[in-house]
């Protein structure tokens, strides 16, 4: 599974279509605001938050007069900052979680202006990335470690989009 609390279940092995038999658990609403943090907080500032925050709402740290739904809502926001630290406290998942949200954001911004294939594209052997040239005259970037894993690239310059494309 792609996030790491997802528990694989094998009833869905038997129901149906390959396209249905296995799902992905959705990631929590939002890891970085579940610990107070921004995208570009690094490791230190999320592990400390993350610490900060189980302290504040661990199940075991609540008073035993609490009210029946404050303790409830504490789990739950004990779960949810947990979920977030799964995808955030480790670089792959949470580099994984950023190239996804990047993703979601390009589809939001406009449509694909073209498709191409990653050989179609020009390599530069000081950054180690690949790139072509925009309509605008901008750049499409994208590393050569991102272009295993992006399916979409932004212009740096206008807002068109590419779709980067595998062979199979």
């Known amino acids: 599974p792609?996030?790491?609390?997802?528990?694989?279940?094998s009833s869905l092995a038997d129901a149906g279509p390959p396209s249905l038999r296995w799902r992905r658990a959705p990631p929590p609403p939002d890891p970085y605001g579940a610990l107070g943090a921004g995208p570009s907080a690094g490791a230190a500032e999320l592990r400390r938050r993350y610490r900060r925050l189980v302290r504040t709402y661990h199940p075991d740290r609540q008073?035993?007069?609490?009210?029946?739904e404050a303790v409830e809502?504490?789990?739950?926001?004990?779960?949810?900052?947990?979920?977030?630290?799964?995808i955030l406290g480790h670089e792959e998942t949470k580099k994984e979680y950023d190239l996804l949200r990047l993703e979601d954001d390009l589809r939001n911004l406009g449509p694909v202006d073209a498709q191409v294939y990653l050989e179609e594209m020009s390599w530069n052997e000081d950054d180690h990335s690949f790139s072509l040239s925009c309509r605008c005259g901008g750049k499409y970037r994208v590393s050569k470690d991102e272009a295993e894993e992006v399916t979409l690239i932004s212009c740096d310059t206008c807002s068109l989009i590419v779709e980067l494309l595998h062979r199979s």
Not at 2 to 9: K, R, S, V
Request: charged share 30%; net charge negative; aromatic share 14%.
């Open 2 to 9: 792609l996030w790491p609390w997802a528990a694989t279940d």
């Open 63 to 68: 008073s035993a007069d609490a009210p029946a």
């Open 73 to 86: 809502e504490c789990v739950r926001k004990f779960i949810e900052i947990d979920q977030a630290w799964k």
